[in-house]
């Protein structure tokens, strides 16, 4: 029987993990409103260090009940941090009228399996009955919020997706000037070469060669390290509020809904 449960659960078909906190795949949300939405679930985790997202489609896949789908996809993605499991996750879909939030094991003693009830169907339902799918997403995700922000308040002011962009650049800078490094103690050797070859080719002229010997076109390769290097760091910070999970689970929580 539990080989079989678990190839149930296995055989659903979960998308990718998402890239932001915020997913419209229905493209039902004011696209304003949804961004200054996704910075605020960002800065929640930055400040407390729990990831609350929010996903919107049109459609379950077939034959996949909602729960299944939260329960695995909040696995699959890692929502919440690794120990932690400090995760939850809004679920709405529009075309099958069904919604639900998942809860981690981390959050459970606060968002609760009946706080999870009364925020989908006190304050999110009134909104998707007069089809304000953004002013529903926006007053469900701060009722979890402020139900949450009393667990785990010690935030690092990152992000784990921050926090994981920030660490390869001192590898990344150290390559670089080993790079310039070699590149300094290369064309000294790669110079004197040349003056040997030349005088090598023209005997019986010493001298005579060594006149063009730091002409401009031999200005050395060193120059082009540096310039890649402050060119991609330049865009680093384009992508500040993106989500990455970080390895939490998900406890099964968590209460499901319709309207």
Aim: glycine share 10%; proline share 5%.
């Amino acid at each position: 029987m539990l080989a079989l449960l678990l190839a149930l659960v296995t055989s659903i078909s979960i998308p990718p993990k998402p890239a932001g906190y915020l997913t419209d795949n229905a493209h039902v949300l004011d696209g304003t409103r949804a961004h200054a939405l996704n910075e605020k679930l960002a800065q929640f985790e930055r400040e407390t260090s729990n990831q609350i997202l929010v996903y919107v489609d049109r459609k379950l896949p077939p034959d996949t009940t909602i729960e299944q789908f939260a329960n695995e996809a909040m696995h699959q993605w890692g929502v919440g941090q690794k120990g932690k499991d400090n995760g939850a996750v809004l679920f709405l879909f529009i075309d099958d009228r069904k919604m639900r939030i998942e809860v981690g094991y981390g959050l459970e003693a606060r968002l609760t399996d009946a706080r999870s009830r009364q925020i989908t169907s006190t304050i999110i339902k009134p909104y998707l009955l007069k089809r304000d799918y953004t002013g529903a997403v926006e007053s469900g995700a701060s009722a979890m919020i402020e139900t949450v922000r009393a667990e785990y308040t010690q935030g690092t002011g990152k992000t784990v997706h921050e926090t994981k962009a920030s660490k390869p650049w001192p590898i990344a800078f150290g390559f670089i000037l080993l790079a310039i490094i070699a590149g300094a103690v290369a064309a000294p050797i790669y110079f004197l070469i040349r003056v040997f070859a030349r005088q090598a080719r023209t005997p019986g002229a010493p001298g005579s060669s060594n006149t063009g010997m730091f002409d401009s076109s031999n200005t050395g390769p060193s120059d082009s390290s540096s310039s890649s290097w402050s060119s991609d760091s330049s865009s680093s910070s384009s992508d500040s509020s993106s989500f990455d999970g970080g390895g939490g689970d998900s406890g099964g929580g968590g209460a499901s809904d319709s309207w």
